[in-house]
């Protein structure tokens, strides 16, 4: 099932200016600063596990593979979207660390 375009802005209202989603393959990436977050599937959000994001969710939240063959995410409920100001620190912690992870070198050649 895909997710709705209405369900995709309803997230895109709470994720604030600095949010951003795209269109995947009938799903959607979440943007927050210009980086990946996590992802809408299925009508549910998912956002990537990381160090500031576990700080936020482990325990609180289930977590799951937002398709078949991912890495596990948080599964954000209804409520955590509704608490603005908690999902906007989420999604900043969460781009935070993504953009400080290293990328690997390409070999020369």
Known sequence: MATSKSFAQYVLNHS??????????????????DQVTGL????????????RTSAFLEGKT???????????????PESIIEDRSLFLEILEGCSIDVSMK???KRKKG
Request: hydrophobic letters at 25%; proline letters at 8%; a positive charge.
């Open 40 to 51: 809408i599937c299925d009508n549910t959000v998912y956002i990537k596990q990381t160090t």
């Open 16 to 33: 604030g200016e600095e949010g951003r989603i795209r269109a995947m393959f009938g799903e959607y990436a979440l943007y927050y600063l």
């Open 62 to 76: 289930e977590k799951g593979p937002p398709y078949p063959g991912a890495k596990d995410h948080y599964i954000i």
């Open 102 to 104: 290293k990328k690997p």
